[in-house]
């Protein structure tokens, strides 16, 4: 007999949730076969058979279980069956609703002399597949008449009500949970303060429209916006580096480095996977690390160290509508830029108004190791540098830049 254990995932984690059996109880399974999904605070991960046998369980899909809790049993002595019918019937949504709509729709097996009702009310029966015995008749004597008929047939037509004021509870998951406390944790245990500004996005708009095709076929990845996002952020946080430090007990951390942390809406929450490097990669690179990630995440198929060690945060509330939001530090890290929803706007641009498209960032921030300085000179440098993005690459302004100064 194979005890089947909950395997260790992280140091820092201990406990698990059971997410969904992917055998049944009794069920004969092969060596290395998923039996089942698991759930930690940071991703999710399949459970594999040791051996091949036959597994055998208590634990309930939802349940949490310690690291090195028992989970399942597997008898490897038990033979691998051949060719066993499955002879009990599979009931999907599909078969149930065809079951119901056959049985709905076959005529009811009653005689005319039987019915007692008018002869139209009769006939509509029977054109209806209306049992009788569902009516009560409002004649002498019960009997059936079309008025009744009729009125039974507006009251099947009838919507159902809509206040409908039931309720429904389902368990915080692993993730669930540890946002909420990473959260809070972020709100309570910094300085936490927010900067704002717009950016005009008429030239990286004009660089998509222009160049997006050539871009698809040279990389087969499209050209998206996070990519000039994320090299903006990598030049600003290399000239602020305060912005890209974090808090390690009384020391201050800095990094030479600039591993971006981009959050993605996941089924099973908000996660954070991150772009190791980003100062180091090209657009092609960004764009093609931000579809990865992002796939993985919605696949469930992050695992610890993709999803830990971002020195810096982007989020885009833009792509739900969000015109304006406050993002919330992605501890340990000290800062977030949030992106937000591209809106035609008048502006005053050289003593005339003209509509462009503009976008509001905000910046949320540590105040304990950021001071006003360093956050508001962050997000106008990544302001500067998106809407002029020639200096995306020359770092400057293109006449300084050739006259050296």
């Known amino acids: 007999m194979i ?26 399974v092969k060596r290395d076969e998923v039996i089942a999904e698991l759930e930690s605070e940071k991703a ?25 809790d028992t989970i399942a049993h597997i008898d490897d002595s038990a033979p691998m069956p051949v060719n066993v019918p499955n002879e009990t019937p599979v009931f999907t949504e599909t078969t149930i609703a065809t079951t119901v709509a056959e049985t709905r729709s076959a005529p ?3 005689t005319d002399a039987s019915i007692n009702a008018t002869p139209l009310a009769k006939e509509i029966l029977t054109q209806e597949k209306i049992s009788p015995t569902t009516i009560t008749g409002t004649g002498a004597g019960g009997k059936i008449k079309k008025s009744d008929v009729l009125e039974n047939l507006l009251q099947q037509q009838a919507p159902s009500p809509t206040n409908n004021r039931s309720n429904k509870r389902e368990k915080l998951s692993q993730l669930r949970k540890v946002i909420s406390r990473r959260l809070v944790e972020a ?58 430090s974090l808090i390690d007990g009384d020391e201050i951390q800095y990094h030479d480095y600039t591993d971006i942390s981009i959050a993605v809406s996941a089924p099973k929450g908000l996660v954070v996977p991150v772009i190791r490097n980003a ?69 005053a641009i050289n003593g005339q108004v003209l509509i462009r498209p503009m976008m509001y960032v905000a910046l949320s921030y ?40």
């Open 3 to 28: 005890i089947v254990k909950v395997p260790s995932v992280g140091e820092s984690i201990s406990e698990v949730s059971l997410l969904k059996w992917r055998k049944q109880n009794g069920e004969f």
């Open 44 to 68: 999710t991960f399949e459970l594999n058979a040791d051996q091949a046998g036959t597994l055998t369980y208590e634990i309930k899909e939802g349940d949490t279980l310690k690291i090195g």
């Open 108 to 110: 009811t097996k009653t």
């Open 187 to 244: 709100k309570n245990t910094t300085a936490m303060l927010t900067t704002f500004n717009e950016i005009d996005m008429t030239a990286i708009m004009g660089i998509r429209t222009k160049y997006k095709d050539a871009f698809k076929k040279a990389h087969d990845v499209n050209l998206g916006f996070m990519s000039f996002f994320t090299k903006a952020c990598t030049i600003a946080l290399q000239e602020y580096p305060a912005v890209n």
């Open 279 to 347: 100062e180091s990669l090209s657009m092609a690179g960004i764009e093609k690390a931000v579809i990865l990630l992002a796939t993985k995440a919605k696949e469930n198929k992050l695992t610890m160290e993709e999803m830990t060690g971002g020195t810096f945060t982007i989020t885009n509330g833009g792509v739900f509508g969000s015109l304006m939001s406050t993002p919330i530090i992605n501890l340990p890290q000290a800062a977030i830029l949030g992106m937000h929803k591209i809106q035609d706007r008048p502006m």
């Open 366 to 405: 540590d105040h304990r190791i950021i001071d006003g300085r360093e956050s508001v000179g962050f997000l106008v440098r990544v302001k500067e540098l998106l809407e002029n993005p020639e200096q995306l690459f020359t770092r400057k302004d293109p006449i300084k830049y050739v006259l050296d100064i």
